[in-house]
């Protein structure tokens, strides 16, 4: 990638966003700001993770997967436009 193509990225680009959310501490705020709730602590499990459904059917790919102190998993993902296919693209873990 050039410089001034890495220039022009901003956070809805799939690499960028992935890369800046890899680190907690960045990642935390934004969780904790979208889901209003606050975060003693939380660990990145696995960035950029596809998860086969079934064999002859499109895969589900999480960019960020990260667990808190608590217990509770978080799988967070870039969607640059409301589909209003939120039910459709949850998956328990």
Not at 41 to 56: G, H, K, L
Not at 79 to 93: A, C, D, P
Request: glycine fraction near 4%; proline fraction near 2%.
């Amino acid at each position: 990638m050039s410089d001034a193509a890495f220039q022009n990225l901003n956070l809805s680009d799939d690499f960028l966003f992935a890369k800046v959310m890899e680190d907690e501490t960045v990642l935390r705020p934004v969780v904790e700001k979208i889901l209003g709730i606050r975060i003693r602590e939380m660990a990145i499990v696995q960035s950029q993770r596809v998860i086969d459904i079934e064999p002859d059917s499109k895969g589900v790919r999480l960019d960020i997967m990260a667990d808190d102190a608590a217990g509770s998993r978080y799988t967070v993902e870039m969607q640059n436009e409301n589909e209003y296919n939120i039910g459709k693209r949850t998956v328990s873990l």
